[in-house]
């Protein structure tokens, strides 16, 4: 017997079910709507609320739109973009996810505070990560973004170092770049350091790696594009190597489904319920057509 179970700490994230629900507010309304980049790192979802009436743009048409209404996502901005809203009467419906919006707030404050004090802002992150874009404008662009622990060592020691963190970064790898930054700065520097990383994407890490150990094969749903998602597949493979990044019921090989007893699916921060649900449920009818007993 096949046992077919999804994950139920799976799926969107607090932040981003905020921002498809402003959408879908303002759609029902019969209203046109753009969104400033995809809603959502996830093809699936952006094609569902675009059946819906929802326009992904990006910043360059941004620039040219004038008298209308834009959502930003839960990813946030750059004090830019509101600038340009302000100059071209651009209504925004702001979806930032207030974790981020704090962190954002956080940065602006120190990079102020530390104004000529020759101090560097490190943002532990993603390079061209919207979030990360939107963390570094409020530095005017003068934040060190280092996306591995390996690239602390492209600091300078002797400078006065203050670290932050991309909202759904590692947890673990923060801890090791904070370490090795203690371990080197200079004694007559100061190193101050802000763990913001968003606990409710960090404490999906060990629920993940549970849930792809209690299971023979593992199908992780996420977009292309999700960097949450990559890092939580990635967890998967390190206790399950029988782990699959799909993003479609198309995707599956029949053949993984031979000589197992579980399956589990599982997806990220960006990875809506329904689209799990789809995958569960063309597994039970690939099982059912190889005479294959589900429980």
Known sequence: MIRIEIDEESGFCFGVVNAIRKAEDELTKGKALCCLGD??????????????????????????????????????????????????????????CPVVL?????????????????????????????????????????????????????????????????????LDEFKEIVEYIKQHISPNATFEYSDTICRQVANRMPRIREFAASH????????KKSSNGKMLFEECLKVNSNSHLIDSPEEI???????????GVC????????????????LHTLVESANLINT
């Open 102 to 170: 704090r962190l954002q707030k956080r940065i602006k404050q120190a990079f102020q505070q530390n104004a000529g004090k020759d101090t560097q802002i490190v943002i532990y992150g993603k390079n061209g990560h919207a979030e990360v874009l939107g963390l570094v404008g409020q530095t005017d662009g003068k934040a060190i973004v280092i996306e591995k622990a390996i690239e602390a060592q492209k600091l300078d020691f002797t400078k006065n170092i203050c670290l932050f963190s991309q909202t759904t970064k590692s």
């Open 253 to 263: 090989d029949p053949s993984l489904l031979q000589d197992v007893t579980s399956i």
């Open 216 to 223: 023979d094969l593992i199908f992780f749903v996420s977009g």
């Open 39 to 96: 809603i959502v790192h996830n093809s699936r979802e952006v094609e569902r609320l675009k059946d819906m009436g929802l326009t992904t743009i990006n910043h360059d048409q941004f620039k040219q739109l004038h008298n209308t209404k834009v959502l930003l996502r839960a990813h946030g901005e750059p004090p830019e973009t509101y600038q340009i809203a302000h100059e071209n009467n651009i209504e925004i419906i702001d979806a930032t």
């Open 267 to 282: 997806g990220a921060t960006s990875t809506p319920k329904w689209l799990m649900e789809q995958i569960s449920q063309h």
